[in-house]
């Protein structure tokens, strides 16, 4: 009811937010990749116990997850795919082995997805009820930019983030995480947190975080400078 609506209704206000007031282009994207895209984004191979592969009925082939090098070379393993964690994913493998022109970039892109997750070896007592599921809806957003602007976008995502907090008047704060709480694809996180009033305590919503070019690496994304030269 009641519940269902509003859940429908705050996904509508991100989407409509970035869209209209932040520049950023909605996209529909799939809901199963394959190994390659998620090796390009850096979940595979170290997280593979928190993503939920999908395999074709009767395929009883070895797991997908030792194939993302191969995957990424080339030797692709058509009949294993993955839920996505995140539309960060597929948002990003848009432009994976491109080559845009300069003046393309920056590329703002957003997306409503749900994102399946394991959650593996978070069971417990602070994670019972509708804290932790293995599918959640999230609106994410991605920009992709030159190298020289990367820290300015950060902080321009930042202050997007907040504005959503900020209109729906929760009570929030914002934490830059320390170098021992970065994942290993991050150069600098932020992490958006509201409090719970039910738990009496302070929960994370948003994580917004620079990667440099480490997800362009492993994706070959690349442009073509002033002067005709391919970049990452």
Not at 100 to 108: C, F, I, K, V
Not at 145 to 168: G, K, N
């Amino acid at each position: 009811g009641g519940v269902a609506r509003l859940h429908r209704a705050l996904a509508q206000f991100m989407l409509d937010m970035h869209t209209t007031r932040h520049g950023y282009t909605e996209c529909y994207t799939p809901y199963l990749v394959n190994a390659s895209a998620l090796f390009g984004t850096g979940q595979l191979p170290k997280f593979e116990e928190d993503l939920f592969r999908v395999q074709k009925l009767g395929d009883q082939g070895p797991a997908a997850g030792t194939e993302a090098g191969q995957e990424a070379s080339g030797q692709a393993v058509p009949a294993t795919m993955y839920l996505i964690p995140t539309s960060e994913v597929s948002l990003t493998n848009l432009v994976a082995g491109e080559i845009l022109p300069g003046e393309a970039l920056p590329l703002r892109l957003t997306a409503h997805t749900p994102c399946f997750r394991s959650e593996a070896g978070s069971y417990g007592r602070d994670t019972r009820g509708m804290i932790r599921q293995h599918q959640f809806d999230k609106v994410e957003i991605v920009r992709i930019d030159r190298p020289e602007h990367s820290y300015t976008s950060l902080e321009e995502m930042v202050t997007y983030v907040r504005s959503l907090v900020e209109a729906l008047e929760l009570p929030w704060r914002i934490l830059r995480l320390c170098g021992g709480d970065l994942s290993f694809t991050s150069a600098l996180t932020f992490d958006f947190e509201v409090f719970s009033a039910v738990q009496k305590r302070w929960l994370e919503v948003s994580s917004v975080s620079n990667f440099e070019s480490y997800q362009a690496n492993r994706l070959k994304c690349r442009y073509r400078d002033a002067d005709k030269k391919v970049q990452l």
